[in-house]
């Protein structure tokens, strides 16, 4: 199975931004769609941001609408998450995850391939 790298978390702190990404080897993005999930320790994992195959359609989390934006590159077969406004609650793992499908979902189990997370903390 092709693999997928996060990449861009770090320390920041609050009302910051940050700027994963999130690179895809062997395949194309063509007939995927992406998700972007955070984690924290004894918490389930939460779907943050998602976008479709075509890019015709995107869902955000109501936690994080209107501040982080999720983009694909199908060319580069790289996905961006930028998060602005970063508040100490987005503290976490964050992972990109991959789907064969033409819609969207924020639904774990509907995901095929995992990348190994990248870490976030937002400092007050």
């Known amino acids: 199975q092709v693999p997928l790298v996060e990449s861009g978390g770090g320390l920041v702190q609050a009302g910051g931004s940050l700027r994963l990404s999130c690179a895809a080897s062997g395949f194309t993005l063509d007939y995927y769609g992406i998700g972007w999930f955070r984690q924290v320790p004894g918490k389930e994992r939460e779907g943050v941001a998602c976008?479709?195959?075509?890019?015709?359609?995107?869902s955000y989390a109501d936690s994080v609408k209107g501040r982080f934006t999720i983009s694909k590159n199908m060319a580069n077969y790289t996905i961006a998450l930028q998060m602005n406004s970063l508040n100490p609650e987005d503290t976490a793992v964050y992972y990109c995850?991959?789907?064969?499908?033409?819609?969207?979902?924020?639904?774990?189990?509907?995901?095929?391939?995992w990348g190994q997370g990248t870490q976030v903390t937002v400092s007050s």
């Open positions: 995850a991959a789907f064969q499908g033409w819609g969207t979902s924020s639904d774990a189990k509907d995901y095929d391939y």
């Open positions: 976008i479709s195959s075509t890019e015709s359609s995107t």
